[in-house]
């Protein structure tokens, strides 16, 4: 690869010196609210975005004024488990100094924090970091917050697959100094200044890790570069199998990028985990395409090589063969909201919170509800992979107490419709500067009417995985959706059908570039159909695929377009 072709991120971290940059001369500069140059890409590794409100982007124009540039920042939490006491702390940080007031619970089990003025961005690495916490790694080209199913019911297995996902995020991570040195005022992490798994380029794009414990899918692993699947027995955990090249989003108009599944290499003993992971991380560091971003991922690497090319690379580097891979199945990936009893003899809460968001609104101050109940909470909050939030290990004695609380607060609202719970939105509008089309916002109107559809065809508890994603970057992972919904233009979408409910198949596309109205009208009649036609207990997705509405995607890097 000659030096002049590689993509301008490339040069940016290799020139980047380990991620510093003139990141600190940046936070002292009075005349603007961003970062400049190449420090605008560089605070992603560090865990940040720079952001705009977009709905007061054009009014700031008008008058002459640079965008109000704030940065989102994104907190790191292997597995989504926080304490109540992080919970206290952030839940302070975001009332008083974020724009919007709100925290928002990612797809990817962290914690998003919009709106943050430059002047307190140094304050809340020094906070996240009394609290035991940092946004390292959740962004940029390394590997990301490592997810695990946040099932913790079957406690035993849960916390060795919790175990897992958080070794195997701290062993991943950068090695560099350049956060402490530069948000923590140069507290000395002793650590060497190479990046010896990484490489001092960094990876070629993101990389997502997932830990996922079988029959639930609620981690989505096909969006995954990697993913331990947990083999168990007798309640205890044996190893993983290991799947690689997973990912959701593609361009328009580009049919070198698709949504693709993951592929299987192997069963591992647990004692191979992190030198598997670190192989996959390092095989991917050196093979893949540094040229062209859109075709960076893994995904593209091992359709480039080949599965059995790339099998044998992970083996030579981690030194193992793989066995042949257990049996798993998935059979299904919503969260199971409400009250669960472990066999810990602990009680589990799962609260439903709309698209994540945690904000105080009139009848319904569900932030402030968090917040009361993490001041009397014992146990942990976990973050579900679908934006929500469990109030993990309560004891039977604090069960009441809880429950008022959260009914209370508005956060516990038996009226949720089953639909509404298996239907997730990505960020979109108004802070992803990327959006095309409206998501969070306009989702819960749409699960009015398709809630409606539901009822008129005495269908009322029935439902499908339903997502909407702004743009086809595909973040709300529509592209694993019995139905999905890609953003085009304002309120223009591309309809996708045929996916499945273990989220083991890609949807394919069905309807481009339709007015939303016109793609309620569709579904009405798609809806109507599946009532009176459906097999005992066919899902939505499945129907669609054996009435020949749709045809399956059976493998997208061949089939995906055709
Ligand atoms: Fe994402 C970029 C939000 C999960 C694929 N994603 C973005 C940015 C940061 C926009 C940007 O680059 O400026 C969005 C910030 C919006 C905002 O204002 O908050 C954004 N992505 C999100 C979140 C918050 C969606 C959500 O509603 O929960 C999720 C954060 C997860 C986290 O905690 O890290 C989020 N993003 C995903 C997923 C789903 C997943 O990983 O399970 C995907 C698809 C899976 C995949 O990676 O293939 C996803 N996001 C992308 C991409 C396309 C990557 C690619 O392969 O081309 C981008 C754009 C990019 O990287 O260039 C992107
Ligand atoms: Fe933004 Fe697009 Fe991701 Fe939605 S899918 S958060 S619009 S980048």
Redesign the pocket.
């Known amino acids: 690869m000659s030096n002049d072709k590689l993509s301008d991120n490339e040069r940016l971290k290799s020139e980047s010196e380990l991620l510093r940059g003139t990141i600190k001369e940046d936070l002292t500069n009075d005349l603007t609210g961003g970062f400049l140059g190449d420090n605008f890409q560089l605070i992603r590794f560090h865990g940040m ?1 720079q ?1 705009d409100d977009r709905d007061i982007r054009s009014e700031r124009t008008v008058q002459m004024l640079e965008p109000l540039h704030t940065v ?1 920042l ?1 907190v790191r939490l292997p597995g989504g488990i926080i304490t109540p006491m992080q919970w206290a702390g952030i839940d302070e940080f975001a009332s008083e100094h974020t724009q919007y007031g709100s925290i ?7 914690l ?1 924090l ?1 709106g943050v003025l430059k002047k307190n961005i140094k304050p809340v690495h020094q906070l996240l970091h009394r609290l035991g916490l940092d946004s390292r790694a ?2 940029g080209d390394v590997n ?2 490592v997810l695990c199913t946040s099932n913790p019911v079957e406690s035993e297995i849960h916390q060795q697959a919790y175990d897992w996902a958080k070794k195997i995020s701290e062993h991943l991570l950068p090695k560099t100094n350049a956060y402490a040195e530069v948000w923590l005022d140069g507290e000395k992490v002793k650590q060497p200044e190479e990046e010896t798994i990484l490489g001092n380029s960094y990876l070629p ?2 990389f ?1 890790t997932a830990v996922v414990i079988p029959p639930q899918n609620d981690v ?1 692993l096909h ?2 570069d990697l993913n331990f699947v947990a083999v168990g027995d007798k309640g205890r955990l044996q190893g993983f199998n290991v799947l690689v090249g ?4 593609m ?1 328009y108009g580009d049919k070198s ?1 698709y ?1 693709r599944l993951a592929s299987e290499l192997g069963f591992i003993p647990l004692e191979s985990t992190l030198a598997v992971a670190e192989a996959v991380v390092s095989t991917q560091r050196d093979w893949g395409n540094r040229k062209n ?2 075709n960076a ?1 893994t995904k593209y690497t091992i359709d480039r090589v080949g599965v059995d090319a790339f099998k044998a690379e992970v083996e030579l580097r981690a030194g193992m063969t793989f066995q042949e891979i257990k049996t798993y199945r998935f059979t299904g990936r919503g969260d199971r909201i409400g009250w669960v009893s472990g066999n810990d003899n602990k009680y589990h809460l799962t609260l439903f919170i709309p ?2 968001r945690l904000i105080d609104s009139l009848g319904k101050p569900i932030k402030s509800g968090l917040a009361a109940i993490a001041n009397i909470h014992k146990g942990d909050f976990r973050l579900t ?1 679908n ?1 929500n939030i469990i109030v993990a290990g309560v004891p039977e004695k604090d069960q009441q107490l809880i429950d008022s609380l959260a009914r209370q607060y508005g956060l516990i609202d038996d009226s949720v419709s089953s639909q509404r719970k298996q239907s ?5 509008y108004p ?4 959006a095309m089309a409206e998501a ?1 916002r306009v989702l819960p109107g749409i699960i009015d009417r398709l809630d409606a559809i539901l009822v008129r065809n005495q269908i009322p508890t029935e439902s499908f995985i339903f997502r909407v994603t702004g743009c086809p ?5 529509a592209m694993l959706a019995e139905v999905g919904l890609v953003g085009r233009a304002l309120d223009r979408y591309d309809l996708y059908v045929g996916g499945n409910k273990e989220g083991t198949r890609i949807p394919r596309l069905y309807k481009e570039n339709w007015h939303l109205n016109d793609i309620i009208s569709e579904l009405d009649s798609l809806i109507s159909s599946w009532a009176v036609n459906r097999n005992d207990n066919e899902d939505f997705g499945d129907f669609t695929i054996r009435n020949g509405i749709i045809r399956p995607v059976l493998n997208s890097t061949d089939d995906f377009y055709i």
């Not at 802070?431 to 990327?434: A, E, H, K, N, R």
């Not at 970057?473 to 992972?477: E, T, V």
């Open positions: 975005y952001q989102m994104r928002r619970i990612t797809n990817r089990q962290a998003q919009h959740t962004a990301r917050n794009r993101k997502k989505d969006a995954n997973g990912g959701l989003a361009t990028t949504p971003r859109r991922k698209s994540g992979p934006q997730m939105a990505c960020v979109s802070t992803c500067p990327l969070e970057n595909g973040c709300g992972r």
